[in-house]
């Protein structure tokens, strides 16, 4: 038998079971598929010393990476938005990640970290027009299968999403210290991820999933207005909305979430991974909800349908 781990074992809402063939992974660097051992850049690369570079999680079912095209929409939205040629188009860049896949023998629960940089720099400064040898792109690609085997615990944390006039938060950029310094601060209060509010108080986002609530049978979260608006996220609204399970995007406080009946985040990973307490307080019975996992049932067959 497992043994279930404590809650102050600590525990990423990324974690997965180990698999050893991610050892022997190949990894995509700049139009080659090389082993895990050669797939190396240069520390002249903008990515590795400004952080310069924008990126795109993606996730394997049954031979089919889910929701691939909405992917590639922001990933081009992003390049365009830091002006990064990314060096391929749509068509390029989806062949990549085909191959990569193919080379690995893929065909389900694998993720993707697809990352474009703005490429080696002449010298070791900021400014974009020292990048003139091309864009760097990786494709890392490794067997995953989520292993969370408790809800994840949350503490509020003060560091805030950027505004749109500093660190766009709906930039799905390399530089994240902003959500690893919340974090670390949630781990240091004893907790799996940071709760982080935006501008004006209210609840927002953790440092690496959407948030969300339920009160009394109704889904909450956040306006999106000062964070990532995931794909996963949009799909959970959107089939609470189809389903005629009530959803706001709205603003509310932390004394609205400590009163909540269930809480759940979402992303690319690990879909929809209940939330067990924040701040130390626990949230409904500190076990995945029935709403919770109602819509979790929801998205799998929107998985299966989209993934045939």
Not at 62 to 71: K, P, S, V
Not at 118 to 145: A, C, D, N, W, Y
């Amino acid at each position: 038998m497992q043994d279930i781990p404590s809650k102050s074992e600590k525990m990423s809402t990324h974690q997965a079971t180990e698999d050893q063939r991610n050892e022997e992974i190949l990894i995509y660097l700049n139009g080659q598929i090389v082993p895990k051992a050669q797939a190396t850049v240069s520390v002249y690369d903008s990515g590795f010393m400004l952080g310069d570079g924008v990126w795109e999680g993606l996730r394997l079912y049954n031979g089919t990476w889910a929701f691939i095209d909405e992917h590639l929409d922001r990933l081009f939205e992003a390049a365009k938005a830091i002006d990064l040629d990314i060096g391929l188009d749509r068509d390029g860049v989806k062949q990549a990640v085909l191959d990569t896949q193919k080379a690995n023998e893929m065909t389900t629960d694998a993720h993707a970290r697809l990352m474009i940089t703005r490429g080696v720099k002449t010298r070791p400064f900021q400014h974009p027009s020292l990048s003139q040898q091309g864009p760097t792109m990786v494709i890392i690609m490794e067997h995953s299968k989520p292993n969370l085997p408790r809800p994840i615990r949350l503490a509020t944390v003060p560091h805030l999403r950027g505004l749109p006039m500093t660190q766009d938060p709906k930039l799905n950029s390399h530089s994240k210290l902003n959500c690893i310094l919340a974090c670390i601060a949630a781990e240091k209060a004893g907790a799996d991820e940071g709760l982080m509010l935006d501008v004006n108080g209210f609840v927002n986002t953790t440092n690496a999933c959407n948030f969300f609530i339920v009160r009394r049978g109704a889904v909450w979260t956040s306006t999106g207005d000062y964070c990532m608006n995931g794909i996963t996220r949009q799909k959970v609204i959107d089939l609470c909305r189809a389903n005629d399970i009530p959803v706001f995007e709205r603003n509310y406080s932390l004394v609205d979430t400590y009163g909540a009946d269930e809480a759940f985040l979402t992303g690319t990973f690990g879909a929809q991974t209940p939330v067990g307490d924040i701040d130390g307080r626990q949230i409904g019975s500190g076990e995945m909800g029935p709403v919770t996992e109602r819509i979790r049932g929801l998205y799998k067959a929107m998985i299966e349908a989209e993934c045939a």
